[in-house]
Structures are given as C-alpha cells and as structure tokens.
Nanobody, 120 residues
C-alpha cells in the first residue's frame, strides 16, 4: 500500500517562503515520477512541479523561478520549496507519485493534501 503524507502547509504572507514535504512509503525509485499538484477553490487541480525518476524536473509556467522541487532518496522524501509566494498560490497542495507501466498513464497515488494560504 503506497502512502504519501504531506506536511508544511499554513499561512504565509505575500512574498514569503514555505517548504512542503512529502513522506513516501517505500522507495522513491519505484515510481516513474513524483510531483506536486495544487487545487485552488473553484478551480481544477493543476500540476505545479514534477521530478522524474532520473532527476529531471519540470514546472508550471506560473511557478518557474519561484518554486523548486527536490527529493531525498535516502529518506524517501520529496520537497517543494516555495519562494516569492503570491495570493494566487493559495491552494491545497497534493503530493503525487506515478508508476508506469501500465501505459500510457500509469497508476497515480495521492496524498491527502496540505493547505497553503498566502495572505496578509
């Protein structure tokens, strides 16, 4: 049973920083990719950042240059460092792990989410 547990959400002022963590049961290498998604009130869930098994990363245009995804293989942890936070970054942030095969989309595993609120 795959378990993903997020932590690190909370209230932060505009321009501030926050680091989210995702604890992964099992080896991170067992997944094809891992990522962070977010869902703002009234909006669909969207991809924020993804890190592939080989370590390559990709970001949504809205967070490029501000957010950094990383992982600690020895601890089976994934992180999202968020700098220069804006009110529009307010959302529930979800940890995701994807395993392929099966192709094409594989199997997605999700955490329960952690709320980040950017407000003064």
């Amino acid at each position: 049973q795959v378990q993903l547990v997020e932590s690190g959400g909370g209230l932060v002022q505009p321009g501030g920083s926050q680091r989210l963590s995702c604890a992964v049961s099992g080896s991170i290498f067992s997944f094809t990719s891992m990522g962070w998604y977010r869902q703002a009130p009234g909006k669909e869930r969207e991809l924020v950042a993804v890190i592939a098994n080989i370590g390559s990363t990709n970001y949504a245009d809205s967070v490029k240059g501000r957010f950094t995804i990383s992982r600690d293989i020895t601890k089976n942890m994934m992180y999202l460092q968020m700098n220069g936070l804006k009110p529009e970054d307010t959302a529930v942030y979800y940890c995701n792990a994807n395993r392929r095969p099966p192709y094409p989309k594989g199997i997605d595993y999700w955490g329960k989410g952690t709320l980040v609120t950017v407000s003064s």
